[in-house]
């Protein structure tokens, strides 16, 4: 099977190799060893792993930047033989910051950032009709995807619908919802539809909840 591009065909079974090949030197590459570790700081940390594994590794300068983390920060952990992936992590837990560090791949360069930061990268928008369960008298079909108002275009959130939405934030993920002083997670009501922005996992859980929501034979919130 293939698809069509304006170049041509683009095999599946090529493009899934290369994805194969890269995860594949991903793990090479997370488990290449690191013989001593002595960094003091974040940068000096950058630069020993680097040295030692062949593995291009940057700094997101303006997360950092932005969570206040000048690279400076004191680590006084010691490591020996340890695999890159390990060695890694147990030294960011170790640097205090004013934010939780972390790391991704990009491509073929492990990118060290907050984890906010990251999070935030990976979040999507998502859209629930959930006109059956905040009781809209347009709601006919959950089906269909048609609303016809007599109001105003865009009315108020209803009671229940702001009740469904604190269920939501106090349900999934808490910390990290606007709402409650979070970076990463915000809903909007319009016209019986829920607009969530979240991580992936997150929505996964969001949308969990709302089909146990519609199981109940009554609503329970």
């Given amino acids: 099977m293939a698809i069509i591009t304006a170049a041509g065909f683009v095999s599946h079974w090529w493009i899934g190799r290369d994805v194969e090949q890269l995860e594949q030197r991903h ?28 593995c291009r590794i940057e700094i997101d300068s303006k997360a950092l930047a932005d969570a206040k983390i000048t690279g400076e920060e004191p680590l006084q952990q010691l490591l020996f033989d340890l695999p890159l992936e390990r060695a890694m992590g147990i030294a960011l837990a ?16 492990i990118i060290i950032s907050t984890a906010e930061a990251i999070a935030y990268a990976s979040t999507t928008l998502c859209v629930y009709d959930v006109r059956d369960l905040i009781g809209l008298p347009e709601f006919n079909n959950p089906n269909d995807q048609t609303i016809i108002f007599d109001g105003p275009p865009n009315p108020p959130a209803s009671p229940v619908g702001e009740q469904l939405i604190r269920l939501i934030e106090n349900s999934v993920a808490v910390e990290t919802w606007r709402d409650a002083g979070g970076t990463i997670g915000s809903i909007n009501l319009l016209d019986g539809r829920l607009m969530i922005t979240q991580t992936a996992e997150n929505q996964s859980k969001v949308a969990e909840l709302l089909t146990k929501l519609r199981e109940s034979p009554a609503p329970s919130w």
């Fill in 27 to 54: 793990a090479a590459w997370l488990a290449r060893p690191i013989a001593e570790l002595r960094a003091r700081n974040l940068n000096e940390l950058v630069a020993q792993l680097h040295a030692q594994s062949g």
């Fill in 94 to 109: 170790q640097i205090e910051t004013p934010q939780k560090l972390a790391w991704q791949w990009r491509g073929e360069t």
